[in-house]
Structure formats: C-alpha cells, structure tokens
C-alpha cells in the first residue's frame, strides 16, 4: 500500500516549496528503488553496494554544506532527507549521516583547503566513502579518556590504537579518526586525522552478528605505528569540541530521521489493524487498540513539531547543543516506543520480516544508544537546566 505521510496538524503548512520538492522526491526514490530491497539486505546484513552513488546523484549527501558540489540545503530540507531514509531502514540513514554530518561536515569545517578539494567533491558524488573514529572499546560515552594517540616523529605523525562500533568502517576511502596528538610542545590535546584506505599499519574488521542496523556495515579500525604526513591533520580543530561539534549535526539529522521509522511502524499498524479480524470486529475497532494508535499518532505530531522548531532555530543560527539533545531523545524515546508498539499489534507476523516494525525495533535499539545515549542526553540537559555536571 502506497504511503502518504503521517501529518495530523498540517505540518506540511510550515515547510517551504523548497522542502516540501525534497520530500517528495526523496519519498518517491525511497518507495520504488529502496523499499523493495531492505528487507533482503537487512535478512542477509548487507550493504546496498550502490546507495552511495544514487544517494550521490540525488544531492543527498552533504547536502546541507555548501560549495564542492553540495546541494547547500537548509536544516529542514536535508532532515526530511534524513525522515526519508529512516523510513526505509535506519542503516541506510546511518550511511548517509556519518557520510554528511560526520565526515564531509568536519573537513568542510576543520578542513585544509587541500583536504576539502580532494575529499569533498568524491564524497558528495558517493564516489568516495567515509568513516567517522571517536569511540572506542573502552570510552563510549566519555570520549574524552580515548587512549588513541598521534605522536610526531620528524615529519610524520605515528598513529596508535582501536576505534570500535564505526558506522561505514569497512567500506570507507578514509577515516576521520580522533586521537590525543602529542606534538612535543606543550599538553596533548584531541585533534583529527584523515586516514586513507591502504595506509600502512591501518586495518579494519568488520562487526559481525549484530541484530540491529544489519543493512549497514559496522567495524573496527586498527592503527598499528599508522605513519602519517603532517597535513594529515585538519588544522581547524582542537580539543573535544572538535568532534563534539559534528555530533551536533548528525543528532539534528537523527531527530529528523527517527520520524521515519516512526510513521512507517504507526502506518504498518493502522493498516494491519483495519484488516484484520478477531472476535466480531477488525482489530482497530477496539478501544485498548486504538489507545495505542492515539499514543503513536500524538508521539509523532510532537516530534514532528519538535524538529520543525529546532531546523529553523538552526538556520537562524540559534540552536544550542543541548535543544539537539532533547530533539535527539525525545524522538528516539518515541520512535522505539512506535515500533515496539506496531509489533505487538502485529500480533506473530510482527516478528517476521515480511512487516517491517521489527526491523524497526532492532534498529532502533542501536540508535537510542549511538550519537549519544539516551541517558547522555538526559544529562546534558539536567547540566543545563540545574548548572550542576551529573557526569563525572
Ligand atoms: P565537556 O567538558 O562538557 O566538553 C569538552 C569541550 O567540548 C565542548 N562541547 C561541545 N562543543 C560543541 N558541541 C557540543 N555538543 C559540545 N559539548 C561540549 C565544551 O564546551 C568543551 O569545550 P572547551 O573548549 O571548553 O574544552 O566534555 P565531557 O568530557 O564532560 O563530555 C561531555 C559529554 C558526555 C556530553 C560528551 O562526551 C558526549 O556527548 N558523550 C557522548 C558521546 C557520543 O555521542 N558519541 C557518539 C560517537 S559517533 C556515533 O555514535 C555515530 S553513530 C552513526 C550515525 O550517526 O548514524
Ligand atoms: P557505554 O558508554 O559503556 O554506556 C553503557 C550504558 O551506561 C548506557 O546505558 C549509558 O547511558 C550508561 N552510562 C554511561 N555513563 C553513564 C553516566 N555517567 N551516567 C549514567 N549512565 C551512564 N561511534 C563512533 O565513533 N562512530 C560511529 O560511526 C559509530 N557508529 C555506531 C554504530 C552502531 C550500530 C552502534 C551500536 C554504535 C556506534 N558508535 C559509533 C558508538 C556509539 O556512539 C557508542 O556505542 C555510544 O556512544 C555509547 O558508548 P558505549 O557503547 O561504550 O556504552
């Protein structure tokens, strides 16, 4: 059954033609070229090998930045993007996240000139794949201990240590990767490095058995004496604010994201609901159901209404990192609540792979804890609204 959007309070009113050309596009792509393939790639936990190139022709990837050939979108035309994908399969949103907000957004931001011509063209035309190294096996959360470490020896600096959990590790061209440089002069501080494919004493391996985002690739990056030229660094960056800064674009892109999987679980129900019967009626006849479709319908009308808020904030420039994180967790609280919710008015067929909420409800495991979890935020805010740090 063709899909035709979720929009109780005339959401559609607020968005401009310009997003509203987007949305329709991105629909259109997502229902006929994607949506019939997800399931084998999610049954089988593979990638769809050409997703970054189409993504590519259709302006999608990086698509808030400007110049080097991005499509220099405003926030809420590249969040519709981001709602799009997600309906489809949160593993393809993840690619084009990573891609745009955590890779192309740190090199345009923290880049060399050099850095941006070589990167950012390939890399909006899907030719050229990245991957974004800040977590790893020991400090998730807290990516400020980070053992991973650049020392400078003559020309060179000589990288060292583990990435873990690394969205697009295993197919990217180059890793954006964060490690406490030691430059010989002065305290150590956070800086990031561009690492090629290929690069002696670089490796990856790829995370296998994950029951969440299986249509997306997972891995491990390895630096062993990795040597590096000195312009591998971006100059434009220093301390954790670095990688902290491109969190907060992706975030935005994950509220905006997560409504997708949410509208797809509350249609998947409402229709499941209509058509089937037990006792004397279709399911959605009866009162204990349509409370939960009520719950679903008002969860997305308030995140909807959330992002819309916050896109225009962050064009006016006024957006604080810590409306990002109650956008973040708010919408992945009742993204997950959705999907829990659609598989079990699915009854059994909801933990097949021919409905697509449970696919939902894996995938949306990973993201209330990725990008922050949703205790990370929770604290962010409490720090804001007490002035008292929870965290240490
Ligand atoms: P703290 O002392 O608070 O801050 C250190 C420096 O950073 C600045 N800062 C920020 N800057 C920009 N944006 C933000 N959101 C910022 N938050 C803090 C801060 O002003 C300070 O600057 P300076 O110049 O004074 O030094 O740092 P902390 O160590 O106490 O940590 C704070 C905390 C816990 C909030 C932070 O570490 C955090 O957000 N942790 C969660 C980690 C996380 O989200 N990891 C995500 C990894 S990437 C990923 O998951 C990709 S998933 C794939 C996909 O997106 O699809
Ligand atoms: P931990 O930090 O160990 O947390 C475990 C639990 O403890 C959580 O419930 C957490 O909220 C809680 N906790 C921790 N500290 C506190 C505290 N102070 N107070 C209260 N509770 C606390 N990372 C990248 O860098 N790049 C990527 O591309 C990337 N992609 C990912 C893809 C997937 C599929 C997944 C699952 C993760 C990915 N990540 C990526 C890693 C992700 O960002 C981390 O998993 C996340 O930041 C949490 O870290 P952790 O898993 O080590 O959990």
Same mark, same amino acid.
């Given at each position: ?27 259109? *792509? ?8 997800? !399931? ?75 850095q ?16 974004? !190294?800040?977590?790893?096996?020991? *400090?998730?959360s ?19 240590g ?7 590790g ?9 490690a ?30 994950? *029951? ?22 971006m ?24 409504? !997708?999987?949410?509208?797809?679980c ?12 037990? *006792? ?113």
């Open positions: 059954m063709a899909f035709n959007g979720v929009d109780y309070f005339a959401i559609d009113e607020l968005l401009t033609d310009e997003e509203r050309m987007v949305r329709d596009t991105f629909r259109r *792509f997502v229902d006929e070229e994607l949506m019939p393939h997800i !399931g084998q790639h999610f049954r089988h936990g593979t990638f769809p090998k050409d997703l970054p190139r189409r993504l590519g022709a259709l302006g999608a990837l990086g698509a808030s930045l400007t110049g080097y050939g991005c499509a220099g979108l405003g926030p809420n035309a590249y969040g519709i993007i981001m709602q799009e994908l997600e309906r489809c399969d949160s593993g393809l949103r993840s690619f084009a996240s990573v891609q745009g907000s955590l890779v192309m957004y740190p090199i345009h931001a923290y880049g060399s000139d050099a941006k011509e070589r990167w950012l063209p390939a890399m909006a035309r899907g030719e050229a794949i990245g991957c974004f !190294g800040l977590t790893e096996p020991d *400090f998730g807290n990516p400020g201990g980070m053992l991973t470490n650049a020392k400078r020896v003559g020309d060179r600096w000589v990288l060292n583990e990435k873990r959990w690394i969205t697009s295993g197919l990217a061209d180059v890793a954006v990767v964060w406490r440089a030691h430059d010989g002069d002065g305290e150590p501080a956070i800086r990031g490095f561009l690492v090629p494919r290929g690069t002696d004493g670089f490796t990856t391996r790829d995370i296998e058995g994950k *029951f969440s985002l299986r249509a997306s690739v997972t891995s491990e990056l390895i630096f062993q004496d990795c040597a590096l030229p000195l312009d591998a660094v100059p434009g960056a220093t301390g954790l604010r670095g990688p902290l800064g491109c969190l907060n674009q992706a975030r935005f892109g994950i509220s905006w994201g997560v409504i !997708g999987a949410a509208m797809a509350y249609d998947e129900a409402l229709n499941y609901t209509r058509d089937r019967k037990q *006792f004397s009626r279709p399911l959605a006849g009866y009162q204990l159901v349509q409370q939960k479709l009520v719950d679903m319908l008002e969860d997305i009308t308030s995140a909807q209404l959330l992002v819309w808020r916050l896109g225009r904030l962050k064009e006016a420039g006024k957006a604080r990192p810590q409306q990002v994180s109650m956008a973040k967790r708010h919408n992945v609280r009742i993204a997950l609540h959705a999907a829990r919710t659609a598989r079990d008015l699915l009854g059994a067929n909801g933990v097949t792979d021919e409905y697509q909420c449970g696919r939902h409800m894996c995938n949306l495991e990973s993201v209330f804890t990725y990008e922050g979890t949703d205790h990370m935020h929770t604290l962010i805010m409490g720090q804001d609204i007490t002035g008292l740090s929870a965290f240490e």
